[in-house]
């Protein structure tokens, strides 16, 4: 019998999905080359001296509370929607030949429901701003946040631009934040088989330092997308495999460079199991980041404690529903 361990931390689920769901878009492989010669295509690391800046952009967010947003209708009545406080961070890090440095951050906190009315909440340990969601799931109150936190993204990444000559890799989809100019996304987990028959073999069979031809992706929102394979253990055919996208405004010459460019760059960053435990998907740069931003969001006890002493203290009915974040 043989048989192989998926390298991440088991913790964090898999890198790829038990029963990945096939994709419902229409999948086009004949961006780079004819389906009858897809094949792996071997990246070659540039030299040190021409390695170009790379800026990573990654967010993260947490719950801080859960909360009842209670409203007065113009009968004298009151309805309550459930909402959420949340803190999310948005950062860059740039990566230039022998150096790395946090580029822009910018912190942000919420306060999402469906309720009519809803308004800021101000508190001493920062203000959260009022962003409304499309119902009362938790899904769409999440989602309300992530939308918060995208936009920071997308600000940060412009911040983070100097010469215009960087490489902006975005961790995960690139759907919300496509009009970061050439910036391509990375997706370390797979849910979706987007390929199938000969194009899925040349997917297993990636070597290190290796991607399959770019393919374009045809739904509502359509994009380019190639598989690269990272450094790292063996764990399995699709150990170590991440995925890019890139906008499909793009011409189809203009995205087999970037993919190329882009993905022979990406192993510099790979990480190792014994530092990183998403390696080597989960790059260097973007852990140290991800780190970086959670420190910043706040003391969760603290903000957790001035939320219960402010919705004590105010008679608008702004009252978290449990003692657990």
């Known amino acids: 019998m043989r048989f192989a361990v998926d390298p991440w931390d088991p913790d964090y689920g898999s890198s790829v999905g038990t029963d990945p769901a096939e994709s419902e878009a229409d999948v ?4 780079e080359c004819e389906p009858d010669a897809w094949a792996a295509i071997t990246l070659t690391e540039p030299l040190a001296g021409d390695v170009p800046p790379v800026v990573f952009i990654d967010g993260v967010r947490r719950i801080d509370a859960r909360t009842w947003i209670q409203t007065d209708g113009e009968s ?8 959420i406080f949340a803190s999310y961070g948005a950062g860059a890090v740039r990566c ?8 822009a951050v910018e912190i942000g906190h919420v306060v999402a429901s469906p309720a009519r009315g809803l308004g800021d909440v101000v508190l001493r340990a920062g203000t959260w701003r009022a962003v409304a969601a499309r119902d009362a799931t938790i899904e769409s109150l999440t989602y309300a946040v992530h939308e918060a936190m995208t936009k920071a993204e997308v600000r940060v990444a412009e911040m983070a631009r100097r010469g215009g000559d960087e490489m902006i890799v975005v961790d995960g989809p690139l759907r919300d934040r496509s009009h970061v100019p050439d910036a391509v996304g990375l997706i370390k987990t797979h849910h979706v088989r987007y390929l199938a028959d000969r194009a899925a073999t040349v997917v297993d069979g990636l070597g290190i330092g ?9 739904s509502k929102w359509s994009r380019y997308s190639w598989y690269v394979r990272l450094p790292g253990l063996d764990g399995g055919p699709w ?3 991440v995925r890019c996208e890139a906008t499909a405004e793009l011409a189809p010459e203009a995205v087999v460079t970037l993919a190329q460019q882009v993905s022979g760059l990406l192993a510099r960053f790979a990480s190792e199991p014994h530092k990183e435990p998403r390696a080597p998907q989960n790059l260097y740069p973007i852990a140290g980041l991800e780190r970086a931003l959670r420190r910043r969001l706040g003391d969760s006890a ?3 404690r001035a939320l219960r002493s402010a919705a004590a203290a105010t008679s608008s009915a702004v009252r978290p529903v449990s003692a657990a974040p």
């Not at 086009?28 to 961006?31: A, E, L, S």
């Not at 004298?76 to 909402?83: F, K, L, R, Y």
């Not at 230039?96 to 580029?103: K, M, V």
């Open 28 to 31: 086009r492989i004949d961006v």
């Open 76 to 83: 004298g009545s009151s309805s309550s929607e459930p909402g």
């Open 96 to 103: 230039e030949p022998g150096r790395a440095e946090i580029a």
């Open 210 to 218: 290796q991607r399959t031809p770019v393919f374009l992706v045809v």
């Open 239 to 241: 150990s170590g495999v």
């Open 302 to 304: 603290v903000i957790y």
